[in-house]
């Protein structure tokens, strides 16, 4: 029940996908299928995961992996745990159903005092190793231990000050690990594994999964992979591309990046990123391999794709792709623009198909700000509508709030897989970091809330939110425009917006019906 990514596979795309989850499937599908660029690895499929929760034994689990990292270490020449060439892996979840970021990854799997001086020599970077060391060592102590640690991802430290919090970290890890199983890479793999398994029933998926009606039962697969650095030095990064807008449904690729960054770097929404096409001019060999990519992703899905990718030394890297979640206003642009385009095969009933009864129906509308008020910052908007409510700052208040019929904006720093129990019943989210692909981005248009992330003329204090000269508290009102991404002081008027993309499917519709 492990499979390499180039593993030649006979069954149907719908059961491979079952077995190998999205994450899983995606990364054999390019291996595989599209013969992209894509760091070698292998599955261990949702079988598995099934079994762990259900309290049964894996007793060839680890010999199955152990094989498997064999098979990586002779593909790349590269041994892990080696105190001289190591061999660094990822550990990702991957359900077949997408549940963005609701289970745990942990990167730079392997890494020990030993493996991180061979890292700073290998590199000739000692500071690019303690980053590295330190990401490790802070995603472990939580995803694998449950330690609540003061760290988050390594920003401007100094390497003295690396090396201060790597020891502080090891002493709190030390309270709940022994420092010899710490040190021993092959326990860090086998544990991450079965804690990636555990993430299936953390509170954040079992909530998602409830909203997003996706079955409790199925479990997520395990993807272990060679780890490509997009902060290994200035001839590298990382990014998520999107082959259309997900808001506007503009054609065109759009996305987010970051130089000398890891993935969860973007997807975190901890960085106030930058706009995909920044990284044309640094790595123009590279972009046109990201675009050539992103056109073939696109015909085969025959839909709106998003992509996760690293640049390692000015080489692209495929990490992810799948169908992208879109706004409730990208959505008739893209099925409309991807019919008449005639590139991917789309006719108009699919195109219909693809668009929710309660949208085409004029049940649900998209609202469009018609207000003269001028706005007092402005950041990305990341999911079209307009919102109006009173500031919150914590998830669980929101909850608390919401039983009163209270609409609520919920203005966060930045928001992480637990903060969806109050982004649930939000009218409408604001942070001031992030990007398009930042977790609340992300969930704000698969949910279908306003949301405008990356608000940079702000601040979020310890009183309330700084803006304008004023200090926004708890209970005060503010507006958003999920559309231009413009924040407005108080309420504004809003108005449902006619969409002529929308008009025309529903012509489609009318046309088919009477064929019908």
């Not at 689990?61 to 080696?82: H, P, V």
């Not at 991957?94 to 890292?119: E, F, I, R």
């Not at 009606?213 to 060679?226: E, F, L, P, R, S």
């Not at 992030?434 to 979020?460: F, K, Q, Y």
């Given at each position: 029940?492990?499979?390499?990514?180039?593993?030649?596979?006979?069954?149907?795309?719908?059961?491979?996908?079952?077995?190998?989850?999205?994450?899983?499937?995606?990364?054999?599908?390019?291996?595989?299928?599209?013969?992209?660029?894509?760091?070698?690895?292998?599955?261990?499929?949702?079988?598995?995961?099934?079994?762990?929760?259900?309290?049964?034994?894996?007793?060839?689990?680890?010999?199955?992996?152990?094989?498997?990292?064999?098979?990586?270490?002779?593909?790349?020449?590269?041994?892990?745990?080696?105190?001289?060439?190591?061999?660094?892996?990822?550990?990702?979840?991957?359900?077949?159903?997408?549940?963005?970021?609701?289970?745990?990854?942990?990167?730079?799997?392997?890494?020990?005092?030993?493996?991180?001086?061979?890292?700073?020599?290998?590199?000739?970077?000692?500071?690019?190793?303690?980053?590295?060391?330190?990401?490790?060592?802070?995603?472990?102590?939580?995803?694998?231990?449950?330690?609540?640690?003061?760290?988050?991802?390594?920003?401007?430290?100094?390497?003295?000050?690396?090396?201060?919090?790597?020891?502080?970290?090891?002493?709190?890890?030390?309270?709940?690990?022994?420092?010899?199983?710490?040190?021993?890479?092959?326990?860090?793999?086998?544990?991450?594994?079965?804690?990636?398994?555990?993430s299936w029933n953390s509170p954040r998926a079992v909530s998602y999964r409830a909203r997003e009606h996706i079955d409790q039962n199925i479990g997520t697969a395990v993807n272990v992979q060679a780890m490509v650095f997009g902060n290994l030095d200035d001839r590298s990064g990382t990014g998520v591309a999107?082959?259309?807008?997900?808001?506007?449904?503009?054609?065109?690729?759009?996305?987010?990046?970051?130089?000398?960054?890891?993935?969860?770097?973007?997807?975190?929404?901890?960085?106030?990123?930058?706009?995909?096409?920044?990284?044309?001019?640094?790595?123009?060999?590279?972009?046109?391999?990201?675009?050539?990519?992103?056109?073939?992703?696109?015909?085969?899905?025959?839909?709106?794709?998003?992509?996760?990718?690293?640049?390692?030394?000015?080489?692209?890297?495929?990490?992810?792709?799948?169908?992208?979640?879109?706004?409730?206003?990208?959505?008739?642009?893209?099925?409309?623009?991807?019919?008449?385009?005639?590139?991917?095969?789309?006719?108009?009933?699919?195109?219909?198909?693809?668009?929710?009864?309660?949208?085409?129906?004029?049940?649900?509308?998209?609202?469009?700000?018609?207000?003269?008020?001028?706005?007092?910052?402005?950041?990305?908007?990341?999911?079209?509508?307009?919102?109006?409510?009173?500031?919150?700052?914590?998830?669980?208040?929101?909850?608390?709030?919401?039983?009163?019929?209270?609409?609520?904006?919920?203005?966060?720093?930045?928001?992480?897989?637990?903060?969806?129990?109050?982004?649930?019943?939000?009218?409408?989210?604001?942070?001031?970091?992030?990007?398009?692909?930042?977790?609340?981005?992300?969930?704000?248009?698969?949910?279908?809330?306003?949301?405008?992330?990356?608000?940079?003329?702000?601040?979020?204090?310890?009183?309330?939110?700084?803006?304008?000269?004023?200090?926004?508290?708890?209970?005060?009102?503010?507006?958003?425009?999920?559309?231009?991404?413009?924040?407005?002081?108080?309420?504004?008027?809003?108005?449902?917006?006619?969409?002529?993309?929308?008009?025309?499917?529903?012509?489609?519709?009318?046309?088919?019906?009477?064929?019908?």
């Amino acid at each position: 029940m492990i499979y390499a990514f180039d593993h030649h596979h006979t069954e149907a795309h719908a059961e491979l996908r079952r077995r190998l989850g999205g994450k899983g499937f995606s990364l054999w599908l390019m291996t595989h299928e599209l013969e992209l660029p894509v760091p070698p690895g292998f599955t261990i499929e949702t079988r598995q995961c099934q079994t762990f929760l259900e309290g049964r034994p894996l007793p060839d689990l680890n010999a199955a992996i152990a094989e498997q990292i064999g098979r990586l270490e002779k593909t790349l020449g590269r041994r892990f745990g080696s105190e001289t060439d190591p061999l660094l892996v990822s550990v990702r979840s991957g359900a077949a159903s997408s549940m963005p970021g609701m289970m745990d990854t942990v990167l730079n799997v392997g890494m020990t005092p030993a493996t991180t001086a061979a890292l700073a020599d290998l590199s000739d970077d000692a500071l690019f190793a303690f980053q590295s060391y330190k990401r490790f060592l802070v995603s472990y102590a939580g995803t694998v231990l449950g330690l609540e640690t003061k760290y988050g991802p390594p920003g401007h430290e100094t390497e003295a000050e690396l090396r201060a919090d790597i020891e502080d970290l090891r002493q709190q890890i030390a309270h709940a690990c022994e420092p010899a199983a710490l040190d021993d890479p092959w326990h860090q793999l086998f544990s991450t594994v079965l804690a990636v398994f555990k993430s299936w029933n953390s509170p954040r998926a079992v909530s998602y999964r409830a909203r997003e009606h996706i079955d409790q039962n199925i479990g997520t697969a395990v993807n272990v992979q060679a780890m490509v650095f997009g902060n290994l030095d200035d001839r590298s990064g990382t990014g998520v591309a999107f082959t259309r807008n997900p808001s506007t449904g503009e054609s065109g690729p759009c996305g987010d990046f970051l130089f000398r960054a890891q993935g969860d770097d973007v997807v975190g929404g901890t960085h106030r990123t930058l706009p995909l096409q920044d990284m044309a001019g640094a790595f123009p060999g590279a972009y046109a391999d990201l675009l050539q990519a992103m056109e073939r992703l696109e015909a085969y899905h025959r839909d709106l794709c998003d992509i996760e990718f690293t640049i390692e030394r000015s080489k692209l890297w495929m990490l992810q792709a799948r169908v992208g979640k879109r706004s409730p206003a990208a959505a008739p642009r893209i099925a409309v623009e991807l019919v008449r385009e005639g590139k991917v095969g789309l006719d108009r009933l699919e195109a219909i198909q693809r668009i929710s009864p309660e949208l085409l129906s004029g049940a649900v509308q998209i609202e469009r700000a018609s207000t003269v008020a001028k706005p007092v910052a402005q950041g990305l908007g990341t999911s079209p509508g307009v919102a109006t409510g009173q500031v919150v700052f914590d998830p669980d208040r929101a909850v608390e709030l919401s039983g009163t019929g209270t609409d609520l904006i919920l203005v966060r720093r930045e928001t992480s897989p637990e903060d969806v129990h109050g982004m649930g019943v939000a009218k409408g989210i604001l942070t001031t970091l992030g990007g398009m692909m930042s977790h609340a981005a992300v969930v704000a248009r698969a949910w279908n809330i306003p949301a405008v992330c990356g608000v940079t003329d702000v601040e979020l204090t310890d009183n309330g939110l700084l803006i304008a000269g004023a200090l926004v508290r708890e209970g005060d009102i503010i507006s958003i425009d999920g559309e231009t991404g413009a924040v407005y002081l108080g309420s504004i008027t809003a108005a449902a917006a006619a969409d002529p993309y929308l008009e025309i499917l529903r012509g489609w519709a009318a046309e088919a019906a009477t064929v019908g």
